[in-house]
């Protein structure tokens, strides 16, 4: 959409299941690469599920952002309809579930429907492990996912590279 608008700043929006974990540490880490590259976007987190909607991110992700620096916040909402996805001009899902509902939801948008690790060269997995329920140590590994994974996004949108 923002190529077709002239250049217009780029809305993105990263997908997870419940909105408390994986997208707000993807959104937050989107915007500190975005502002480190002087890239201007607008990005949003959601969820498939409506388990956490008005819920702030779970408290060890948090603290996982808190430890690297890195601020996680929001409120978790839901992906429902294809209109609450119709904004946005990147949409990146967490993992190959999400992106299977994604596409379920909005199947005219599924060129803008892309796995947030797929831009990054140096990602084990396209995929977004779930830290929920885990260890310390896998949050704290989801903000360093996060953080590559938003340094490539950024570096495509700026190169203009994106499919």
Known sequence: MWREN???IPHLLVVCLGNICRSPAGAAALREAAAAAGVDIVVES?????WHVGDPPNIEMRLAGDRAGLVVDGRGRQVKTAADLAEYDLILAMDRSNLRDLRRVAPALADRMHLYRSFDPDAESAEMPDPYGLSDSEFDLTVRRARSGARAIVAAIASDLLP
């Open 46 to 50: 959601a969820g498939t599920g409506a």
């Open 6 to 8: 002239g250049g217009m």
